[in-house]
C-alpha cells in the first residue's frame, strides 16, 4: 500500500508569514493529493487538492505544490491568520488496485499563528 | 457543516460492550467511507461502500468489526467486545464516484472504552 510521510508535526509562526508543510509519498501509482484542516472537535475538511497531471495550484492564500518525480508535494499559506491553527494533513489515493477509494493519511502537522 | 452526520459524538463504555455509530451521508452521494482516527495521527481507512456493495475493507478492520449501509443512504459500523485499543474517533466521509471527487467528512463519534 501508499505511505505518507508528513513534516514538520508542529510549525509556529508569526501572524503575517509564510507556512510550508511537506510531504512525500511513496507509491507512483498515487494521483490524487487532498490537503484537509482539522480544527478541534471536528472532523477533517479539504482546502486544496491536486491531481498528478497538474504540478501547481492555487487558491487565494494557500497553494499546493507537486513534484512526481520526487514523490513529494508542498502545501504553502501565505499571510497566515490566527484562525489558520488548527491541524493539517496531507493524503495520496491510488489510481489503481484493489485499494481505490481510500486515501492515505500523513501524521498531521499542528499549526500555531501566534498574533 | 459538511452535510455528513454522525451519531453520537460521544461513546463512553465498558470494555466487553458492543456499540454502533450511526453515519448519514449527503445525501447524492453514493460512496461513504469509515476511519479510524487515534491522538495524534491521520485518518486511517478502514471500509468503504458504493451504494450498498461493502467494496474495500482494511485489515485494521477485525472480525469483531462489522460496517452496513443497507439502502444505500445511511450506514452503521459495529464494534462487539470492545477493547480499551478501540478507543479513538471514528470518521465517517462520504463522496460522488470518481477518482477525484472530495471526500466530505462528519464531525466523527469519539470513542472511550473504559
Known amino acids: 500500500g501508499e505511505n505518507v510521510e508528513q513534516h514538520p508535526s508542529t510549525l509556529s509562526v508569526q501572524e503575517g508569514d509564510s507556512a510550508v508543510i511537506k510531504c512525500t509519498y511513496s507509491d507512483s501509482a498515487s494521483n490524487y493529493f487532498p490537503w484537509y484542516k482539522q480544527e478541534l472537535g471536528k472532523g477533517p475538511q479539504l482546502i486544496i487538492d491536486?491531481?498528478?497531471?497538474?504540478g501547481e495550484k492555487k487558491d487565494q492564500r494557500i497553494a499546493v505544490t507537486l513534484n512526481k518525480t520526487a514523490k513529494h508535494f508542498s502545501l504553502h499559506i501565505t499571510e497566515t491568520q490566527p484562525e489558520d491553527s488548527a491541524v493539517y494533513f496531507c493524503a495520496a489515493r491510488l489510481e489503481r488496485g484493489s485499494t481505490l477509494g481510500r486515501l492515505y493519511f500523513g501524521r498531521g502537522t499542528q499549526l500555531t499563528v501566534w498574533p | 457543516d459538511t452535510g455528513v452526520s454522525q451519531n453520537p459524538r460521544h461513546k463512553i463504555t465498558k470494555r466487553g460492550q458492543n456499540v454502533t455509530f450511526r453515519c448519514d451521508p449527503i445525501s447524492e452521494h453514493n460512496r461513504l467511507y469509515w476511519y479510524r482516527q487515534t491522538l495524534g495521527q491521520g485518518p486511517e481507512f478502514l471500509t468503504y461502500f458504493q451504494n450498498e456493495a461493502q467494496l474495500e475493507k482494511s485489515r485494521l478492520l477485525s472480525d469483531r468489526f462489522s460496517a452496513e449501509r443497507p439502502k444505500g443512504s445511511f450506514s452503521t459500523l459495529e464494534i462487539q467486545r470492545t477493547e480499551q485499543g478501540d478507543s479513538a474517533m471514528y470518521l465517517c466521509?462520504?463522496?460522488?464516484?470518481?477518482?477525484?471527487?472530495?471526500?466530505?467528512f462528519g464531525p466523527g463519534t469519539r470513542l472511550t472504552v473504559l
Open positions: 466521509a462520504s463522496s460522488l464516484t470518481g477518482n477525484y471527487n472530495e471526500q466530505f
Open positions: 491536486i491531481r498528478s497531471n497538474v
